[in-house]
């Protein structure tokens, strides 16, 4: 389900609400690692509101990450209000099989090494970018399968031109092919939830 609330900010002075934006890199956090992933946010700094566009497989998700996010709030001496709230017809979820092998001339453990090193730091790249990737590894025949799921054709495109720089700058060459290509689709919630960080 996507959902777009807005969200005022309760004793809303001005150092409440510098303090407040101060914390919403750590909110994002708590929301990515309990998937409830955030589009974009829209601030009114002249009303002390705040407008979030998410969405989120189910209601349990959404639920826990307003718990989180209203302790963070509430030990930082903030609270919210949800003033309005929209829901939209859920997104789509991609799904893309791939396999991929060391190129022909760089078939070494020493390079294969160095890939898996790669993809270290991909999957952080990816994960910033809202794109879930899960590998099996075949050393001995130089290869990986992978399964990537996302939300955002933009977010596969920057994590994939990531990937071939930091393969091409550590001295590699892969081959890539795709196997399967498939739409996932997400449940959809029944109602919004009106969110309040009132004490």
Known sequence: MKQV????????????WIKYLSLVPKIDKI???NGLFIEERFNDDKN?????TSYANNINTILKCTNLVNSLLNKNN????????????????YSLKISASLAPGYCNHDNFKKWILCMKSIDEFAKLNDVKIQ???????????????????????????????IVGRNGLSVLIEEIEY?????DILD?????????
């Open 5 to 16: 609330l807005i969200f005022s900010l309760d004793n809303n002075s001005e150092e409440n």
């Open 31 to 33: 929301c990515m690692e």
């Open 48 to 52: 002390k509101t705040q407008e979030v």
């Open 78 to 93: 903030l609270s919210l209000t949800c003033i309005e709230a929209r829901q939209f017809e859920p997104p789509q979820e």
């Open 135 to 165: 590998r099996k590894l075949f050393p001995t025949k130089f290869m990986i399968e992978l399964i990537a799921n996302f939300f955002n054709h933009i977010s596969w495109s920057k994590t994939v031109y990531y990937s071939g720089n």
């Open 182 to 186: 498939n739409v996932l689709k997400e």
């Open 191 to 199: 109602e919004i939830i009106k969110l309040t960080g009132k004490k």
